[in-house]
């Protein structure tokens, strides 16, 4: 009790309704290659309707910017929790594998309307000294609720296809009530000052490099880890035990990253991450033991799940609340980019070159990120000495 009552006013609907909904993406997640490839999609057509689905929420998510400033972050969080809900509901009851690219393109604009005027309503109702620790508990509360779910789907699915489904829209409509009922958008004056769009993103490009650089290491590492085991001999409970260490790392890791940014500064947190997600990245090169992949991955899941809530925390420092929606939906822009650009990039990679260079593009992504935040460090302070 004593916890929620230091939050700040606002966030414990929001924190709720975060759980729910990643409560409920995770109980369908595992399952919609098999209800596609039962309603006969091959391997092929199944990853192209993933990749419809990033597509869809990262060219709609640039929409959302103004609108979020406009009519705050209730309206749109409540649409796209309905949005999303609608289209899970419809997954369990498609005939064939068509109505899967629709049913993706009008779920990736729900998931659009929901991470960044989530991040946004954040940013906004967190007070500056408590910001960072703020989105480490939303990404520790995110994680928890995706942890949840795939054990208890996949369980009922073996009973009849479309509970999980049913069970997964319902959580998103429990959070609609949950933000109709005890949310309320803060009011925000509008002012009439807008700074040029190359200024804005210049304010903002070390949280929106930080994101890039977060997907295309965290997607990619999602996508092809598996193989990476495979082609090392490595079969069966081994693969799903490095995941699990990856998924634990990104629990554990937001909250406690985000206190440590708000005591020390938040670009030096990024900075010293940025290093560490180099380092870990770079030694996967340097062993094929087991152990200590399992370990390495785990290290990716801590440091990665720390840079994400950072990177958003930031954006509250360096944009005035009116510009809130806009900066936050350019960051999920840029997270989208990533999680497109990681893989493709990645697998040409691989293709070319083979599997042994996989982790190759990771730490080059991770070593323009601490690059381009040196140059940014160094400039700041020669800006202070003149």
């Given at each position: 009790?004593?916890?929620i009552d230091k939050l700040d006013k606002g966030l414990l609907p929001i924190l709720l309704t975060v759980l729910l909904l990643a409560f409920g993406?995770?109980?369908?997640?595992?399952?919609?290659?098999?209800?596609?490839?039962?309603?006969?999609?091959?391997?092929?057509?199944?990853?192209?309707?993933?990749?419809?689905?990033?597509?869809?929420?990262?060219?709609?998510?640039?929409?959302?910017?103004?609108?979020?400033?406009?009519?705050?972050?209730?309206?749109?969080?409540?649409?796209?929790?309905?949005?999303?809900?609608?289209?899970?509901?419809?997954?369990?009851?498609?005939?064939?594998?068509?109505?899967?690219?629709?049913?993706?393109?009008?779920?990736?604009?729900?998931?659009?309307?929901?991470?960044?005027?989530?991040?946004?309503?954040?940013?906004?109702?967190?007070?500056?000294?408590?910001?960072?620790?703020?989105?480490?508990?939303?990404?520790?509360?995110?994680?928890?609720?995706?942890?949840?779910?795939?054990?208890?789907?996949?369980?009922?699915?073996?009973?009849?296809?479309?509970?999980?489904?049913?069970?997964?829209?319902?959580?998103?409509?429990?959070?609609?009530?949950?933000?109709?009922?005890?949310?309320?958008?803060?009011?925000?004056?509008?002012?009439?000052?807008?700074?040029?769009?190359?200024?804005?993103?210049?304010?903002?490009?070390?949280?929106?490099?930080?994101?890039?650089?977060?997907?295309?290491?965290?997607?990619?590492?999602?996508?092809?880890?598996?193989?990476?085991?495979?082609?090392?001999?490595?079969?069966?409970?081994?693969?799903?035990?490095?995941?699990?260490?990856?998924?634990?790392?990104?629990?554990?890791?937001?909250?406690?990253?985000?206190?440590?940014?708000?005591?020390?500064?938040?670009?030096?947190?990024?900075?010293?991450?940025?290093?560490?997600?180099?380092?870990?990245?770079?030694?996967?090169?340097?062993?094929?033991?087991?152990?200590?992949?399992?370990?390495?991955?785990?290290?990716?899941?801590?440091?990665?799940?720390?840079?994400?809530?950072?990177?958003?925390?930031?954006?509250?420092?360096?944009?005035?609340?009116?510009?809130?929606?806009?900066?936050?939906?350019?960051?999920?822009?840029?997270?989208?980019?990533?999680?497109?650009?990681?893989?493709?990039?990645?697998?040409?990679?691989?293709?070319?070159?083979?599997?042994?260079?996989?982790?190759?593009?990771?730490?080059?992504?991770?070593?323009?990120?601490?690059?381009?935040?040196?140059?940014?460090?160094?400039?700041?302070?020669?800006?202070?000495?003149?």
């Open positions: 009790m004593k916890f993406m995770s109980f369908v997640a595992p399952l919609i290659p098999l209800v596609i490839r039962d309603a006969g999609g091959s391997p092929a057509t199944i990853g192209q309707i993933a990749s419809i689905y990033f597509l869809s929420f990262t060219l709609f998510t640039p929409f959302l910017g103004r609108l979020v400033d406009r009519v705050g972050s209730k309206k749109i969080i409540i649409t796209g929790l309905s949005v999303y809900a609608l289209a899970v509901f419809l997954m369990a009851f498609s005939p064939s594998p068509f109505y899967f690219y629709l049913i993706r393109i009008f779920q990736g604009v729900g998931t659009a309307c929901l991470f960044s005027p989530t991040e946004s309503a954040i940013n906004v109702l967190s007070s500056p000294d408590k910001r960072a620790s703020n989105m480490g508990l939303y990404g520790l509360v995110f994680a928890i609720g995706f942890a949840l779910g795939p054990g208890l789907g996949t369980y009922l699915f073996s009973f009849h296809r479309a509970i999980p489904f049913i069970f997964g829209a319902a959580s998103s409509l429990v959070g609609v009530v949950v933000m109709v009922m005890y949310y309320e958008d803060v009011p925000i004056p509008i002012k009439s000052s807008r700074a040029r769009l190359h200024e804005f993103l210049g304010v903002i490009r070390i949280p929106l490099i930080g994101g890039l650089c977060y997907a295309v290491v965290e997607v990619s590492i999602g996508s092809f880890l598996s193989l990476y085991l495979d082609y090392l001999g490595f079969k069966g409970a081994a693969l799903g035990l490095a995941f699990t260490f990856f998924a634990i790392g990104g629990i554990i890791s937001p909250y406690p990253a985000g206190k440590m940014a708000d005591k020390i500064g938040k670009k030096p947190s990024l900075y010293l991450l940025g290093i560490l997600l180099s380092v870990i990245t770079f030694c996967y090169n340097l062993t094929p033991n087991y152990i200590a992949i399992v370990a390495l991955t785990f290290g990716i899941g801590i440091v990665a799940g720390g840079v994400y809530p950072i990177a958003l925390s930031m954006i509250g420092d360096l944009v005035p609340p009116d510009r809130m929606g806009t900066a936050n939906s350019t960051f999920s822009f840029l997270y989208g980019v990533g999680s497109i650009l990681g893989p493709v990039v990645t697998g040409w990679v691989i293709r070319i070159l083979g599997m042994q260079y996989l982790f190759y593009p990771m730490t080059i992504a991770a070593v323009i990120f601490v690059l381009i935040t040196l140059m940014d460090r160094k400039r700041e302070k020669a800006l202070l000495r003149s």
